[in-house]
């Protein structure tokens, strides 16, 4: 099984509800970030997160981390269509390179 | 216009041949990577550099091989021992390590989508 796995594999909401999408890992970590991939391009970095962080904040994302539970979360409020993505989460376990789940796929219809 | 850029951004390939994907970076990171990215998965890094003239065989590094001659660049060559090349590949650059662990984070090129005929 892979470090880090995201949860659900597939979520579909409607425009203006917020979208929570879970990532849950099995070695310790420095670090946890959250990536977009809009669909065919590259991904975009969108949060870091440290392990000695529990929330982090940024415009309409909220990510939390529990350290204990080997588990972080992203919430996305207020949800428009553009937010329509796949989203991974990252870690470095053996601090070398990066370990990227299989990501949750976001729909919000409008 | 900083950033990171990969050519072709589409690629077809005749079973047997091998083939080069370009990967360059002007934001002046230490460290590129490869992935392979399969149609509704995840990434596999396939080869990872984190200084000039070193590289590192990633999870998925069979039938790949890479180079890293410049800073700047991190061609990746699919090689025909690659059985199942077809594929979206994703190149990316980070500032590196400090102290041995990852510091930052990764910036991604647009990918090369590699379709084998």
């Known amino acids: 099984s892979q470090q880090g796995e995201e949860d659900p594999q597939a979520l579909s909401i409607q425009e203006g509800e917020n979208a929570t999408m879970n990532c849950s890992y099995k070695?310790?970590?420095?670090?946890l970030q959250w990536y977009r991939q809009n669909s065919g391009r590259g991904l975009v970095h969108l949060i870091l997160?440290?392990?000695?962080?529990r929330e982090k904040h940024s415009g309409r994302l909220r990510v939390t981390l529990d350290t204990s539970k080997k588990s972080s979360s992203l919430l996305i409020t207020a949800s428009r269509a553009a937010d329509t993505a796949s989203y991974f989460c990252?870690?470095?376990?053996?601090?070398?390179?990066?370990?990227f789940g299989p990501g949750t796929r976001l729909s919000v219809l409008p | 216009d900083g950033g990171i850029t990969q050519s072709p951004k589409y690629l077809f390939r005749k079973e047997g041949q091998n083939v080069t994907l370009s990967c360059e970076q002007n934001?002046?990171?230490?460290?590129m990577y490869w992935y392979r990215q399969d149609p509704g998965q995840g990434l596999r890094l396939i080869y990872y550099?984190?200084?000039?003239?070193?590289?590192q065989k990633g999870d998925i590094a069979e039938g790949y091989s890479v180079s890293r001659e410049k800073k700047e660049s991190f061609p990746l060559t699919v090689t025909s021992a690659q059985k199942n090349p077809t594929a979206f590949y994703l190149c990316?650059?980070?500032?590196?390590?400090?102290?041995?662990?990852?510091?930052?984070?990764?910036?991604f090129g647009p990918g090369t989508r590699l379709t084998v005929l």
């Open positions: 990316a650059s980070s500032r590196g390590t400090s102290g041995g662990a990852l510091i930052d984070t990764q910036y």
């Open positions: 997160i440290r392990s000695n962080e």
């Open positions: 934001l002046n990171h230490d460290a």
């Open positions: 070695t310790s970590i420095n670090n």
């Open positions: 550099s984190q200084i000039v003239n070193d590289f």
């Open positions: 990252a870690t470095a376990p053996g601090g070398q390179n990066f370990v």
